[in-house]
């Protein structure tokens, strides 16, 4: 079955930087498209970057030149490179997956059927 397993969440301050990664299994990594998505207390789960087969990507305007997205197929893993945090990007970090690699991808999270059990950022000011 699908199995996503976050890593790399932490407390950081304004300005710092985390790595985020996703560990996949169970199903057919290269084909899939892959997202992450993030929910901060209070707030509905929102897309922040996401991935096609063919590695095109799209950003939520929030993180754009900030977030960088990747995967790395032979590892079956997804990364999400995070610069100049800010206060504002405090939330639980999930990965997801979807069946369909193609692109463009969507930042939709309801076309999102795999969600991993999500791992926490916090940037303090």
């Known amino acids: 079955q699908v199995q996503l397993v976050e890593s790399g969440g932490d407390s950081v301050q304004a300005g710092g930087s985390l790595r985020l990664s996703c560990a996949a299994s169970g199903f057919t990594f290269s084909r899939y498209g892959m997202g992450w998505f993030r929910q901060a207390p209070g707030k509905e789960r929102e897309g922040v970057a996401v991935i096609a087969n063919d590695g095109s990507t799209t950003y939520a305007d929030s993180v754009k030149g900030r977030f960088t997205i990747s995967k790395d197929n032979a590892k079956n893993t997804l990364y999400l490179q995070t610069n100049s945090l800010k206060p504002e990007d405090t939330a639980m970090y999930y990965c997801?997956?979807?069946?369909?690699?193609?692109?463009?991808?969507?930042?939709?999270?309801?076309?999102?059927?795999?969600w991993g059990q999500g791992t926490q950022v916090t940037v303090s000011s």
């Open positions: 997801a997956a979807r069946t369909s690699g193609i692109p463009p991808p969507t930042l939709l999270k309801n076309f999102y059927p795999y």
